[in-house]
């Protein structure tokens, strides 16, 4: 899957170095998109499951791996 075809849960495309967001029930989740696992050879790459995934760290730092329909691009 080409990296213009991931897409958030708007329908807009998602790149390297974009920034989203993801809603939870105690707040949000925002980052700079670091990369993105589209099969399972880059997801096994970047130690995650369940491709596609975009990778990118919170606030905190912490390393987030999300399902782009999950995402809202900022």
Known sequence: MPT??????????IREGDWV????PRGSRQGEVEAIAKDKSQAEHEG????????????????VANNPRTLEKK
């Open 48 to 63: 995650v499951n369940h491709p596609p995934r975009v990778i990118f760290r919170d606030r905190h730092g912490h390393r």
């Open 4 to 13: 213009e075809d991931i897409k958030d849960r708007h329908g807009q495309n």
């Open 21 to 24: 967001a993801t809603q939870f």
